[in-house]
């Protein structure tokens, strides 16, 4: 883990565009673009469109009790809380993304209830409370907390089409808020908005980018000050290192706060305290996956414990917000970890199913009581459409449309910012509001190789700044424009480009990938080149289960995986210098695949030597607790035997944390 650690270090260390504090909000050196200017290509589409036709296009059908008319944000007597909004919150700009009409129309009658539902004093969304009816939450209805996410949504419809409504509707809105918080804070419904005011503080800040109005800034310090003192449990608790002290995905949305509020605040102790919480949350609770513990609450950095889909999707979303405000490179690198490892590992090819919980090392996806702090009936590791809890149903779908809408970033110095990489091309407009349009080429994250290709709209040239991110696991990386080396540039860096740009020319970022390995709980190691993390490849038995015992609550079937293939490998004790002679990486004999994320289509797979463990076996259907890495005089078979690491997303069973044999 020291490697990672180094990573985290660097967060809120670098530079940032700090201004003094004053009455208005200072301009972040990034910002987002209109939702439908970036567009998906190649395995990145084909994920999206995979959503289309997977669970997000077709939650109204596979899970009608909550997403169907009865739903209370279309007006109905049924579901009234958060499933609907957290639904709409990946719906929504998977559409506009693609561009698709039929997904599109499905959203439309959520956003017109949700419009017209606002009252003369300010106050939208359901407002009624029902009886308690099994597998909906009727109850709560007034709850700060899922008018937040509907905010969310609303804000990206906003961006996608300009409704002037949308800005009518925030402002009552937060005046309704200035009024009625005093006397009812954000947990007087709930705790979870508590936990949560990040995210209506978000949309405080976002409103006044827009409308300058004073009030808001007086609600967003009302919010700040009614939400959970992420600041001070950062910085002067032990609140990160205490198992069970704080829900997951609480913490996955609430760690953005204090850099949320530090744009209205420019004080050093708002970085400090992110800072401080990620390399907390890493050093007790951290895995190789990017994630930690929470199974549901904090819960430690074995990695057999569970980490919760939402906290993947929800901590996605943080680090974007966190990059657009500070362009930091350490939140970058940390979002690629996990869209590019936990995020495709937890759900299905099609995207039809899911798990509630992954493990790190998970070498049984079967229905077993575990040792998370929640279990939902051993459901929480097979892949199902409601399996576990169905929150991660609804809210599952944000991850991968997000990501994509924060590939480019519009500047503060009027160009362009490529910080997140995959294929993708973006329309904007840079210098004196020039169109522009870059293609970017790449099969990152298997390749090493990004290609940018510039094509003006209107004019033939010109002049304005691009923006491109080295990694800091890149050790040296080489910049050509149209063919000729421009910069050769060491890693954890963002290189500024600034030049006079015609249409045709050509950006080439080549990111050379090597060996690494990062340390973990009882001195395990994970693989690691660029930014994929490496897992023991699994013969896969994957077969469906009809469930007999409770179809009502966890579906009516759900996919278990056993493991045909042994699991019980250590690893043999390399030195750093010498990884690369001892891990050898081979690509794939056959053209890129649409879709890379399973064992088939893999297109990198890692060669390297290893010996049984005999006395690390099955526990509860898990793997056994780890070995400790180099014991004196372990007991391993004698014959040493290759085996092949994949990546990580291509996973549905792996060892990812390896122990060391001496």
Not at 29 to 57: D, F, H
Not at 247 to 271: D, M, S
Not at 380 to 400: A, E, F, R
Not at 639 to 646: C, R, S
Request: glycine share 6%; proline share 6%; aromatic share 12%.
């Amino acid at each position: 883990m020291k490697r990672y650690l180094l990573l985290l270090l660097a967060v809120c260390t670098q530079p940032f565009n700090v201004l003094a504090q004053s009455s208005a909000l200072s301009e972040n050196p990034y910002k987002e673009l209109p939702l439908g200017a970036i567009k998906p290509q190649g395995w990145l589409r084909e994920m999206l469109v995979r959503q289309k036709t997977g669970s997000t296009g077709k939650l109204d059908q596979l899970y009608p009790i909550v997403m169907g008319e009865r739903n209370g944000w279309l007006g109905g007597d049924g579901d009234q809380w958060e499933r609907g909004p957290y639904w709409l919150d990946g719906l929504l700009p998977l559409a506009y993304i693609l561009d698709d009409k039929e997904l599109i129309a499905k959203t439309k009658p959520w956003v017109e209830w949700a419009i017209k539902s606002q009252r003369a004093d300010g106050y939208f969304g359901p407002a009624k409370d029902y009886p308690y009816e099994y597998g909906m939450q009727r109850d709560n209805s007034q709850d700060w907390w899922p008018k937040m996410v509907m905010l969310k949504v609303l804000k990206q419809y906003y961006s996608a089409t300009g409704d002037q409504r949308v800005i009518r509707l925030m402002t009552n809105y937060f005046k309704y808020q200035l009024k009625e918080l005093p006397a009812k804070p954000l947990d007087n419904w709930t705790f979870w908005a508590r936990y949560r005011g990040g995210d209506n503080l978000m949309m405080v800040y976002w409103l006044h980018g827009i409308t300058k109005e004073n009030f808001l800034l007086e609600l967003g310090d009302l919010i700040y000050k009614q939400t959970f003192d992420y600041t001070n449990a950062f910085l002067n608790s032990r609140l990160l290192a205490t198992p069970a002290s704080i829900h997951c995905v609480n913490l996955a949305q609430g760690i953005k706060t204090p850099i949320i509020y530090y744009q209205h605040h420019r004080e050093q102790k708002y970085l400090d305290a992110t800072k401080k919480g990620f390399q907390d949350l890493m050093h007790y609770n951290g895995m190789a996956h990017g994630l930690y513990g929470g199974d549901e609450a904090l819960h430690g950095n074995n990695p057999t414990q569970g980490s919760e889909l939402c906290s993947a999707v929800e901590m996605m979303f943080s680090l974007e917000s966190m990059l657009e405000i500070t362009g930091n490179i350490g939140f970058a690198d940390h979002l690629e970890k996990i869209a590019f490892n936990a995020l495709p590992a937890q759900a299905s090819d099609d995207f039809l199913t899911h798990q509630y919980f992954q493990q790190a090392n998970q070498v049984m996806a079967t229905r077993q009581t575990r040792n998370f702090e929640v279990n939902h009936h051993g459901t929480d590791v097979c892949y199902g459409v409601l399996t576990g809890y169905p929150c991660c149903t609804s809210n599952m779908h944000q991850g991968w449309p997000k990501f994509t809408q924060n590939l480019f970033y519009a500047t503060a110095d009027k160009g362009i910012a490529a910080l997140v990489y995959s294929p993708s091309e973006v329309t904007l407009k840079v210098a004196n509001d020039i169109p522009v349009r870059i293609v970017e080429e790449t099969n990152y994250p298997f390749n090493e190789d990004i290609k940018f290709r510039i094509n003006f709209l209107k004019k033939k040239s010109a002049t304005f700044p691009f923006h491109l991110r080295i990694p800091e696991w890149c050790k040296n990386a080489t910049i050509r424009i149209n063919g000729e080396v421009y910069k050769e540039e060491k890693g954890n860096q963002i290189v500024k480009i600034v030049r006079e740009w015609k249409s045709g020319d050509v950006i080439e970022l080549v990111l050379p990938m090597h060996i690494y390995k990062n340390t973990w709980l009882e001195r395990s190691v994970s693989i690691e080149r660029g930014p994929l993390v490496y897992g023991l490849k699994i013969g896969e038995d994957k077969h469906y289960v009809k469930n007999t015992l409770d179809p009502q609550e966890y579906g009516e079937g759900y996919y278990e995986v056993k493991p045909t293939t042994p699991w019980n490998y250590g690893l043999l004790n390399v030195q750093n210098d010498r990884l690369a002679e001892n891990y050898i990486v081979e690509k794939a004999d056959k053209p890129f695949p649409a879709y890379p994320w399973n064992q088939e289509g893999a297109p990198l797979k890692i060669k390297t030597k290893a010996k049984r463990i005999p006395s690390w076996q099955l526990y509860n259907e898990m793997a056994g607790p780890l070995p400790f890495s180099t014991i004196f005089q372990l007991e391993t078979d004698k014959q040493t035997e290759e085996i092949t690491l994949i990546p990580y997303g291509c996973t549905e069973l792996r060892i990812s944390q390896f122990p060391v044999i001496r």
